[in-house]
């Protein structure tokens, strides 16, 4: 399955420039008064924990090393910023959630800097929502939905570990997925299918990230 049919090769290929940069760790943000002032574009990554997130920052700019995909103490509970080299972009990692054993005041925490981060940020363009294709939107990405709703913040839905399950399940996951955001405001109504593995859906993420950085 792919969505190549959904972007221009123009799109495609200023995605492929936009990765072929340098690419850099930024900052961790712990608090609102550290957060760029530079008003760049900014593309969050969200998900649940171990959704495969950190992989696919990495596998998205071509640097296996960029994003941490151990839960390295420190910085687990920051907004990790990333941008490549002369453009105005911010990549924005932000801490996994719905992580049953993760201590009560780090899920406060994350909360409160998320739900800060979320309200009134001009500069952040769209949020990726990552959800495993082999089980589809849990509970905690709907309640991160309904907050993104709230917050009138743009978001879409990126099913990741595409190869873990067979095609059929695959679509019908992803028919689920179509038609539950079709109930959220916020959401933008196409749906990306990506594994960090094998690379599928990898291209027409770059492709939306340069789109959205020429917007």
Same mark, same amino acid.
């Given at each position: 399955? =792919? @969505?190549?049919g959904l972007f221009s090769?123009? @799109? ?5 420039? &936009? !990765? ?9 943000? !712990? ?9 760049? %574009? ?11 997130k950190s992989s696919l920052?990495?596998? %998205?700019?071509?640097?296996?090393? &960029?994003?941490? +995909?151990?839960? +390295?103490?420190?910085?687990?509970? $920051? ?7 002369? $453009?105005?972009?911010?990549? !924005?990692?932000? *801490? ?9 005041? #780090?899920?406060?925490?994350? =909360? #409160? ?13 769209? !949020? ?10 849990? /509970? /905690?990405?709907? $309640? ?9 913040? *743009?978001?879409?839905?990126? &099913?990741? #570990? ?14 689920? %997925? $179509?038609?539950?955001?079709? #109930? ?7 749906? &990306? =299918? ?8 990898i291209e027409e993420l ?10």
């Amino acid at each position: 399955m =792919t @969505d190549a049919g959904l972007f221009s090769l123009e @799109d495609l290929a200023a995605g492929e420039r &936009l !990765v072929a940069k340098p690419w850099h760790f930024v900052k961790g943000v !712990v608090a609102l008064d550290g957060l760029p002032d530079d008003g760049w %574009t900014e593309v969050a990554f969200a998900g649940r924990s171990n959704v495969g997130k950190s992989s696919l920052i990495n596998a %998205t700019v071509r640097n296996g090393g &960029l994003a941490r +995909t151990s839960n +390295t103490p420190g910085r687990t509970q $920051e907004l990790n910023f990333f941008a490549p080299a002369e $453009e105005p972009l911010y990549l !924005v990692d932000m *801490p996994g959630y719905g992580f049953a054993r993760a201590p009560k005041d #780090k899920v406060a925490a994350w =909360t #409160k800097l998320v739900r800060a981060y979320l309200r009134g940020r001009p500069t952040l363009r769209r !949020v990726f929502v990552l959800a495993d294709s082999r089980h589809g939107l849990k /509970p /905690p990405d709907r $309640e991160i939905m309904s907050m993104l709703d709230t917050a009138a913040v *743009p978001y879409q839905i990126v &099913l990741t #570990k595409a190869d873990k399950i067979s095609v059929p399940a695959l679509a019908a996951v992803r028919a689920a %997925t $179509e038609a539950a955001i079709s #109930k959220h405001p916020a959401a933008f109504p196409i749906v &990306l =299918t990506t594994s960090s593995e094998k690379g599928s859906g990898i291209e027409e993420l770059r492709a939306t990230l340069a789109a959205l950085l020429r917007a």
